[in-house]
């Protein structure tokens, strides 16, 4: 089963500024099969980013992904108050699963 | 719209059994995977499984083999997940989701069931 790591934990950030996630997998991803969720309190995972790098319908431009292999990055260019929640990466390679998610909170 | 709409909130003792459920709308129902997600009390998100509606073909996480039955009666667009025996640390919220490509488990979850919150406790 792959593992994949989310850091930091938590990222406190103000609006307007930029956040970096960071998805780590203990074995490559195959085909780049790497998402990116966005959950909310009492609501259900929004998905972002599929494919390791393409915004799903109705996705901000303000939310990128990228990497490859192993080592996966989701960027929000400049952060709007309703980007404060948690996030979550997927691989849905072999037998999915998620990380453990990164919370994005206000400074 | 495409929509999935998940069956109430349980609340059950340990040792009881449960289905819920998850109905599928807008879309054609058994041409897509319809998979279901745990989430524990402030935890994260855990992949439990996923069946395909079209000729009940499942898949299990290993870490979820043997603790539930996933199925789906196509005739009323449902999926189901079942336990027989229910657990404290069953308590979580549970999640059907349905993948972006039809006819593909591999891919990311891009419609979401509201939730059902199953509370076991003696």
């Known amino acids: 089963e792959i593992v994949l790591t989310q850091s930091p934990g938590t990222l406190s950030l103000s609006p307007g500024e930029r956040a970096t996630l960071s998805c780590r997998a203990s074995?490559?991803?195959?085909?780049?099969?790497l998402a990116w969720y966005q959950q909310k309190p009492g609501q259900a995972p929004r998905l972002l980013i599929y494919?390791?790098?393409s915004r799903a319908t109705g996705i901000p431009d303000r939310f990128s992904g990228s990497g490859s292999g192993t080592d996966f990055t989701l960027t929000i260019s400049r952060l709007e108050p309703e980007d404060f929640a948690v996030y979550y990466c997927?691989?849905?390679?072999?037998?999915?699963?998620f990380g453990q998610g990164t919370k994005v909170e206000i400074k | 719209e495409v929509q999935l709409v998940q069956s109430g909130a349980e609340v059950k003792k340990p040792g009881e059994s449960l289905k819920i459920s998850c109905k599928g709308s807008?879309?054609?129902?058994?041409?897509?995977?319809i998979g279901w997600v745990r989430q524990m009390p402030g935890k994260g998100l855990e992949w439990m499984g996923i069946?395909?509606?079209?000729?009940?073909?499942?898949r299990y996480s290993p870490s979820f083999q043997g603790q539930v039955t996933i199925s789906a009666d196509k005739s009323i667009s449902t999926a189901y997940l079942q336990w027989s025996s229910l657990k404290a640390s069953d308590t979580a919220m549970y999640y059907c989701?349905?993948?972006?490509?039809?006819?593909?488990?591999?891919?990311?979850?891009?419609?979401w069931g509201q939730g059902t919150m199953v509370t076991v406790s003696s």
């Open positions: 989701a349905r993948p972006l490509v039809y006819g593909d488990y591999h891919d990311a979850f891009d419609i």
């Open positions: 807008g879309y054609s129902f058994t041409s897509y995977w």
């Open positions: 069946i395909y509606p079209g000729d009940s073909d499942t």
């Open positions: 074995q490559s991803v195959s085909s780049s099969y």
């Open positions: 494919g390791a790098s």
């Open positions: 997927q691989q849905y390679g072999s037998s999915p699963t």
